[in-house]
């Protein structure tokens, strides 16, 4: 009546597929206070004479209380690629339905299962306490009905050794308040909204994220030349003759909700136009006792007026921080992805505030070294496709990040690549002393230049204008809450890989960890080679786990 079969978290289902299609997973090892994840994957083998069944699923072992339970629901996807820009290794080109999201058990933690129906999968993630007990344990999950029982087993061995958390290393993922308000159809800042996002902040923090993208001006990214995006902006700014007054009142909210979920630093909105720095972000004022705009794309970034706006908020916004011991948690941009062509441009604008912001990070997703070479910027996040130049220049408190673009090769978070694919920044990121990750789009929820919104479950691509999975990597829930797309844990299992290598260093060198994973990985490991089979990725990690079992049993 039904097949069944464990297999590794990193194997997308595909409608089209069979059960012996994957490979069995039938063992791992993880460290203590780890999160981990597999699949039991179940189809259907029916006889006409049978309809719909509904299957209690049960996960039994000493692990059990720890594992929850999701399905993987299917997304429709338009554009699963740009043709001309792909590699060998996607795992599918054309339209059509591809496995993402994680959604609850439906009827109440059962399965259904009807004549005809399609393979389907269930997500099975556990998460780990510090104190477990090391040892050797096995977890059974069955589906049971009417019709029998069928049970499948995975191995788990618990090293007795703790996983550590980044002491440094920051992650950021794109947090559009815009989208949240506009999807649930709730004001901005209202108590809807707050508890809205406070819930989406908490599912960034599950994601991995440390480093929230905080409004304190509506966010000058992915808008069209003249027009706006929903105003969300953290500060109030009053005007009154030619003197400017801030209320920080929403920014205390802000700064105690993160401080709620367990965010650890604010990433200041850019203080100038994406793409070139030439214009100021929209900021909104009350003026005479009116609310409108007093800056945004009329206003030249270098306007002597939009300067001395920016010279009187930034030293009272630090001031703020400072009191409140958290000054140093903040990190700052200028524009986003300038070009050579932005070069002088790009300059100007920093030049307005950097002394003010002198001692303070200021960082930029820019990908041509000689802004980094000229002393711009100090702090460079290059695409991972044009980072081989900072590398060889040995680049220090180098980050990364990619998007849209970075499409052949090297790793991201596509829905037609490989889950392997996207974890294989995490041992990218290790060898290479990254100290930061950034991306896009963590929840935004509309089409090119934030001209309309869309729905994430449709349409996944922003209307046609990028590549399905690039513009986010939770989807809305009915009740407010975010659910996660598998593309979430499997990006956290990178930052944990990332996470056991840096404690493999305790015991070893960095260059013998390096050398064996390279020969897991069968090459060099670079930005632009991935792990594009599972046993790879699954392989590399089981050697760094192996390592820290062989130095913590000595």
């Known amino acids: 009546m039904i097949k069944t079969k464990i297999v590794s978290s990193l194997e997308k289902v595909f409608v089209d597929q069979n059960t012996e299609d994957f490979k ?28 719909r069944i509904l299957w209690d699923v049960k996960v039994d072992g000493a ?17 699963a690629c740009y043709p001309a820009l792909t590699d060998e290794n996607y795992l599918r080109t054309a339209p059509g339905l591809y496995p993402d999201v994680l959604q609850p058990l439906h009827y109440g933690g059962k399965v259904a299962t009807s004549h005809g129906a399609c393979i389907k999968s269930i997500w099975l993630e556990a998460e780990l306490p510090v104190d477990v007990t090391a040892g050797e344990y096995e977890i059974s999950v069955s589906l049971s009905s009417q019709h029998g029982t069928h049970t499948e087993t995975l191995k788990v061995e618990v090293i007795n050794a703790t996983l550590p958390e980044f002491e440094s290393f920051k992650y950021t993922d794109w947090f559009h308040c815009d989208s949240l308000a506009t999807y649930y159809n709730v004001d901005v800042w209202s108590e809807k909204h707050w508890e809205i996002v406070e819930n989406f902040a908490k599912a960034a923090v599950k994601c991995g994220v440390n480093l929230l993208l905080t409004p304190l001006f509506t966010p000058a990214l992915d808008t069209a030349i003249g027009g706006e995006r929903l105003t969300n902006q953290l500060v109030g700014v009053t005007k009154t003759g030619d003197e400017y007054a801030f ?20 990433e200041i909105c850019h203080l100038f136009t994406q793409w070139g720095a030439h214009h100021a972000p929209k900021v909104m004022a009350t003026v005479d006792g009116e609310y409108k705009k007093i800056f945004g794309w009329e206003t030249d970034a270098t306007d002597p007026e939009y300067t001395r706006f920016l010279r009187t908020f930034l030293p009272e916004f630090l001031n703020y921080m400072k009191k409140k011991g958290r000054d140093k948690d903040c990190l700052f941009h200028i524009s986003d992805e300038p070009t050579l062509d932005h070069l002088e441009s790009y300059k100007a604008a920093k030049n307005s505030v950097a002394d003010l912001l002198e001692g303070y990070t200021i960082m930029d997703a820019l990908s041509r070294y000689p802004f ?49 694919r996207t974890r294989s920044i995490g041992m990218q990121m290790y060898k290479y002393d990254i100290v930061g990750f950034l991306h896009w789009g963590f929840n935004f929820y509309q089409n090119c230049h934030s001209v309309d919104p869309v729905n994430p479950y449709l349409n996944g691509c922003g209307d046609d204008w990028v590549v399905s999975g690039d513009t986010c990597i939770v989807y809305p829930a009915q009740d407010g809450t975010a659910y996660e797309s598998m593309r979430a844990p499997v990006f956290y299992d990178a930052l944990q890989d990332m996470r056991a290598m840096q404690l493999c260093e305790k015991y070893y060198s960095k260059e013998e960890i390096v050398a064996g994973m390279e020969k897991v990985f069968g090459g060099e490991i670079r930005f632009d080679k991935c792990a594009e089979k599972s046993d790879v990725m699954l392989g590399i990690r089981e050697f760094v786990n192996g390592l820290i079992k062989k130095a913590v049993s000595k």
């Open 63 to 79: 692990l059990a209380k720890y594992i929850t339970a999701r399905n993987v629901i299917n997304v429709p996807v338009t554009r």
């Open 24 to 51: 069995s997973l039938t063992s791992l090892s993880v460290l203590k206070g780890e999160r981990f994840s597999f699949q039991l994957i179940y189809e259907p083998i029916y006889d006409t004479s049978v309809d």
């Open 372 to 420: 980094y070479e000229q002393g711009i910027v100090s702090t460079a996040i290059p695409a991972n496709n044009h980072i081989e130049p900072f590398l060889e220049h040995s680049v220090p408190n180098l980050w990364t990040y990619y998007c849209c673009s970075q499409t052949k090769n090297v790793s991201n978070r596509f829905l037609a690549h490989s889950l392997s």
């Open 247 to 266: 209320d920080f009142s929403l920014v205390d909210r802000w700064i105690d909700m993160c401080d709620r979920v367990g965010i650890k630093y604010f």
